[in-house]
């Protein structure tokens, strides 16, 4: 069974996935565990996966085209 994580931080994804009971599983190929970085998705040069609501207010939102690309590719 194969899990595609797509997060903004992965080195904080890979630890854990790496000394737990599902290293076990990845060692007995009962899992493949993939994550990837939503960064290398970004479309501009500052690698920025957020942007600012439409039509203003506070906060930021994710931008789709870094998830969409990303999800294109698995």
């Given at each position: 069974m194969r899990f595609d994580i797509i997060s903004v931080l992965p080195d904080l994804l890979t630890s854990?996935?790496?000394?737990?009971?599902?290293?076990?599983a990845q060692k007995k190929g009962v899992a493949e565990i993939v994550v990837h970085n939503l960064r290398d998705?970004?479309?501009?040069?500052?690698?920025?996966?957020?942007?600012y609501p439409y039509g203003g207010g506070s906060g930021m939102?994710?931008?789709?085209?870094?998830?969409?690309?990303?999800?294109?590719?698995l």
């Open positions: 854990p996935f790496a000394h737990s009971i599902l290293q076990r998705y970004a479309t501009n040069k500052q690698k920025s996966v957020d942007d939102i994710m931008s789709i085209e870094p998830f969409a690309l990303c999800i294109e590719k």
